[in-house]
């Protein structure tokens, strides 16, 4: 792989578990409490929709996969893929393919379940708890802006992943490996 991609894969890497952590970091620790009624108090936490903890734990296992594949590209050489590298190479970009897709749909679904906390149901009865606690729902909106911009990094990193594993193909043949 050619020196160039190699380092702007690594600062890609190191922009995605930036954000990953950055998200997971901002629903995490994000927590705000109220006076309800007369001393009641209720606090709102990641804790209370189930979609914001899976979100959670997809964030933290996509920065820890980033980081595994960042230290095997510091311990890998540089040198054309032959054989069993060519294997790691497909594992590669398959992972970094599920890896991206599953932070976008965890992020969606999160951002789709949270709409329920800022417009509320009428149908369920249940009120806009974004009303209430404003300064949690707007951290968590931050996370979600976080946690697409890694979506499309992983996506970018996908790229140069199956980048990578293409080039040893032949244009002129179907699936045929490169002789030279």
């Not at 998200?23 to 979609?51: M, P, S």
């Not at 992020?107 to 009865?125: D, H, L, P, R, Y």
Request: hydrophobic share 50%.
């Amino acid at each position: 792989m050619k020196l160039g991609m190699a380092r702007g894969e690594v600062c890609l890497r190191l922009s995605v578990i930036l954000f990953l952590v950055l998200t997971t970091c901002l629903v995490a620790f994000d927590t705000q409490t109220k006076v309800v009624f007369l001393g009641i108090k209720k606090k709102a936490t990641y804790n209370d929709l189930d979609a914001l903890k899976m979100l959670v734990y997809v964030t933290s296992a996509a920065a820890g996969y980033n980081l595994l594949q960042l230290c095997k590209h510091s311990t890998c050489s540089r040198g054309n893929l032959k054989g069993s590298d060519m294997c790691v190479a497909w594992i590669s970009l398959f992972l970094d393919q599920i890896a991206a897709y599953i932070t976008f749909g965890t992020n969606t679904a999160s951002v789709g379940a949270s709409m329920i906390a800022v417009k509320g149901s009428e149908a369920f009865q249940w009120i806009k708890v974004c009303d209430k606690f404003t300064r949690f729902c707007i951290q968590i909106g931050g996370a979600f802006l976080c946690g697409y911009v890694a979506s499309i990094l992983m996506l970018l990193i996908s790229t140069i992943s199956a980048y990578r594993v293409f080039r040893m193909y032949s244009p002129k043949w179907f699936l045929r490996l490169k002789t030279t």
